[in-house]
């Protein structure tokens, strides 16, 4: 199922900034392509407010190879990311927790076996782009595309957000310590600003702290149109 409804309106913009997200630089130069799970455990360890703080998301780190990030190896079990000196660390956050999650400068993680030496950090506000993208919603490896549209679309909905134009890409998994998550992309697009910032701010679905539910703006219509069809 695909919702596409086409409008000539202008988006609305909007200043709130009590959500935003903290980049850090971090040195590192590998990571296991699904450290969603070892990630968000390594940065529990060192914040133990994370997992009782309601607007806190953890985004994934994509590596250099992948272009924009969209573009990740297949392999899950073997494959690796390459990263770069610009590759960040980005959590997402309360404004008045920015101060708490600084503390984590200068510390260093261990993902999965791999080292990652963390830096300074830069506060970014939430972009008000009228389209914006999900690499990872939960689902379930039984809910099919039409179900899987239907009930993201509900929750929007709920959010007070009308869903205009909307895309999901096909299913992938993330390991845990028990079974795995599954995950579509989603990109919704034609949105008034102040539903965009809303969206960004409250998430969609669970797993926020193993990089699902994260919107982030995209610049256009096309290039996540391809996406979707493709790689998560």
């Known amino acids: 199922m ?38 968000s455990n390594a940065l529990c360890a060192e914040l133990d407010w994370i997992r009782e703080e309601a607007h806190v998301g953890i985004h994934l780190i994509h590596g ?4 924009n990030g969209w573009q990740r190896p297949e392999d899950t079990m073997q494959d690796v990311l390459q990263l770069s000196k610009r590759t960040r660390l980005t959590l997402r956050l309360p404004k008045e927790r920015v101060t708490d999650a600084q503390t984590l400068t200068g510390k ?8 990652l030496g963390v ?7 939430l972009s008000s782009f009228d389209t914006i993208f999900a690499r990872y919603v939960v ?15 509900a929750e929007l909905e709920r959010m007070g957000v009308q869903v205009r134009k909307l895309l ?8 845990t ?32 702290i193993m990089g699902c539910g994260l919107f982030v703006p995209h610049k256009g219509i096309r290039p996540v ?6 790689e998560i």
Not at 4 to 10: M, P, R
Not at 64 to 67: D, R
Request: glycine letters at 6%; one cysteine or more; charged letters at 25%.
């Open 139 to 153: 689902t379930s490896e039984q809910q099919d595309e039409d179900q899987f549209s239907a009930r993201v679309a």
């Open 168 to 175: 999901c890409g096909r299913t992938a998994q993330f390991k």
């Open 225 to 230: 149109h391809q996406l979707v069809e493709g």
């Open 64 to 67: 250099a190879e992948s272009g």
């Open 119 to 125: 830096g300074a950090a830069t506060v970014k506000p």
């Open 108 to 115: 260093e993680l261990r993902i999965d076996g791999h080292s």
């Open 177 to 208: 310590s028990g079974q795995p998550v599954f995950v579509k992309s989603v990109m919704l697009a034609d949105m008034e600003a102040y539903e965009s910032v809303r969206v960004q701010q409250t998430g969609l679905g669970t797993h926020r």
């Open 2 to 39: 695909q919702y596409w409804q086409e409008s000539d309106e202008t988006p609305r913009h909007t200043a709130d900034n009590s959500i935003v997200d903290l980049s850090f630089r971090i040195k590192c130069k590998t990571l296991p392509l699904d450290h969603a799970y070892d990630l």
